[in-house]
Structure formats: C-alpha cells, structure tokens
C-alpha cells in the first residue's frame, strides 16, 4: 500500500509540467501582442506595448518564453485580469472560497441523494418507484444546467417567492459584511458569519445557496443514480449475493451490507468526476445565478476575451484535476485492495 501511494504521489509533477506545456503550446499560439495585453493594467501600460513584448521576452524562442512563462507562473505571476481588474491570482484567491462553498452544500448532498436513490431503483426494479426514478434520472442528465436554473428562478423566486433571486447576500446584508468588524476566516460566507455570530447573515447566504445547490444536485445526483442502479442491478445477480441469501441472512444485510457496499466502487471514481466539476468551477450555474465564484469570473472573462483570466482558470482547473484524481486513485485503493497490487 505505500508503494501504491509513493508512485501516485510521485506522478504529481510530473503531471503538472506536462500540463504546463500543453497549456503554454495553447498561449503560444496568440500573438506576442495577444499575450502581452495580460499585463496591462493601464492606458499608460498599453502605450508601452512593444516594451512589455521585451520585457517579458514575449518575443524570444519557445524554450526561451516557456521557461520564463513557467518561472511567472510558480512565482504566482499568472498576468492581469481586465474583467476584475485585478491580478489573476489575487481573483482566483477572492472567488476560489465561495466556489469551494457551493461545493460543499452541493457535493454532500449529491453522492448522498444518488446513492440512495439508486438503490432504491434496483431493489424496486420495474416498479412504480424504478420507472419514476428512471425517468427522473434521464430528465436530470439530459436537461441542460442553464434550462432547469431558469425554470428554478422562474417558479421558486419569482412565482411563488419563496427563495431570493440571484446573488449572494441581500442588500442589507451585503453592508453587514462589508462593515470592518466582520471578520474574513475562511473565505466562506456562510460559515464566516456564523464564527462572527451574525446568524441573520448566514441564514440569508444559506437562502441564496438553496437554488444553485439545487440545480447540481438534480443534474449530477441523476447521473450517480443511473450508474448505482446498474451496479445495484448486476451485484444482486452475483454467486456471493445469491449465497448469502440461501444461508439464511436477512434482505437487509444482504441488500445493503454485500450488495450495495460492492456496487459503491464505481461511485468513488464518478465522485471524483463530480468534484472536479464543482471545484473547478461551475460556471453556467455561477453565472445564471450571479454567485460571485470561480465559474461567473470565467465566464464573463472568456466572452471578453480575458486570455490571461482564461489561461489562469485553465491551470487551476488542471491543478484541481490532478489532485482530485491522485486522491480518488488512493481512496479507490483503500476500498478495493485489489487495486493496491496493481
């Protein structure tokens, strides 16, 4: 086991310096005038341009400028954002925790409901319940995310009133959380207000996280439920299953102690999927909902043509990717110690 865990630690680097290439061979591609307008932070500055093209040896060889791109970048230099007008890292570090914070609601929540629900799909299958939750299951795949959080603004802000619209905060709260003795701790609106004990606050960050959440849960539980059904379904076919069952034991502990707990290995890899997705940044629903994340700066970046926001997104996205994927192929390893030998 910790052969297993040195060589998949030890594919880090070596993965990230491949991703760096590929991501700078995308840049390379821009003129050098393209990619020196992710250093410009003033008219002054963009006066200067042929300057900066110098500077930043924009103009050099490919070796020459991917060597000095990829120092920028470990020094944490990854350009300037026009759309926040502000550098790219300091954006990503602004807008990562509340990004972090939908993760968070929505994930749990999501392996939860799919796991669930896929169970009670195969242990009812082609029952009522099974072709509702099938049917369920194919409207939430197929939907597309901007179509359901419309109709979820539609019907539950607007129709009935029962959430508030799009953004963060209230407007009142919004002044609450700007007033200097709120205290930043980690990022997470929620959870800051609670540790400065503005329970109206967090309520309220609670409130506008309902349909954003929402709108995840049913696109991606859908998809865990599909893929726990049909495992569901071929381990209750399985010798070991049919065996417990002739020695006498119960359909509880053969259903959810044998059955379940083998169809559960497949989930640990689409959970993985499913938080590189929401770490990475979810962006149509950010947008759609004017939750101030990763996903919304992206956006709005990419249709200004913010090369410098959009390659800084690549690269956490690639970082996010890695990291997730090395820690899902260590859980998977705990949890099938076949694996572990491989």
Do not use: C
């Not at 770490?279 to 101030?292: K, M, Q, S, V």
């Amino acid at each position: 086991m910790v052969n297993f865990i040195i060589r998949r630690l030890a594919q880090i680097p070596l993965v990230m310096l491949a991703l760096s290439l590929l991501l700078f061979i995308i840049i390379f591609q821009l003129t050098p005038a393209q990619r020196a307008a992710g250093y410009i932070k003033s008219e002054q500055q963009a006066a200067q341009l042929d300057n900066i093209i110098r500077q930043r040896g924009l103009d050099q060889p490919f070796p020459v400028q991917y060597g000095k791109w990829l120092s920028s970048t470990v020094r944490g230099d990854l350009g300037y954002s026009r759309t926040s007008s502000k550098p790219v890292l300091d954006t990503i570090r602004e807008r990562l925790p509340s990004t972090i914070e939908l993760s968070l609601y929505a994930g749990i929540p999501i392996v939860l409901l799919g796991v669930w629900l896929g169970t009670l799909s195969a242990l009812n299958k082609d029952r009522f319940v099974d072709q509702f939750l099938r049917v369920f299951a194919v409207l939430g795949t197929s939907l597309p995310s901007f179509v359901l959080g419309i109709l979820l603004l539609k019907f539950l802000y607007g129709s009935l009133g029962w959430l508030p619209g799009p953004g963060q905060v209230d407007v009142v709260n919004t002044f609450a959380i700007l007033d200097p003795s709120f205290k930043r701790y980690t990022g997470m609106l929620s959870i800051d207000a609670m540790l400065n004990g503005r329970w109206a606050v967090a309520w309220d960050v609670v409130r506008h996280l309902t349909m954003p959440v929402l709108t995840l849960m049913i696109i991606f539980s859908a998809t865990i439920l599909k893929v726990m059904r049909a495992q569901m379904l071929e381990t209750l076919t399985s010798d070991y299953v049919r065996t417990a069952r002739a020695k006498g034991l119960g359909h509880r502990a053969v259903n959810i102690k044998h059955a379940r707990r083998n169809a559960l290995l497949p989930i640990v890899t689409l959970t993985g999927f499913v938080a590189i997705n929401l770490l990475a940044g979810a962006i149509i629903t950010e947008t759609i909902f004017a939750y101030p994340g990763v996903g919304q700066w992206v956006g709005g970046a990419a249709a200004n043509l913010d090369i410098s926001a959009v390659m800084g997104f690549a690269l956490l996205s690639a970082v996010v990717v890695v990291v997730i994927s090395t820690l899902t192929d260590l859980f998977y390893g705990v949890v099938d110690p076949r694996v572990r030998f491989e």
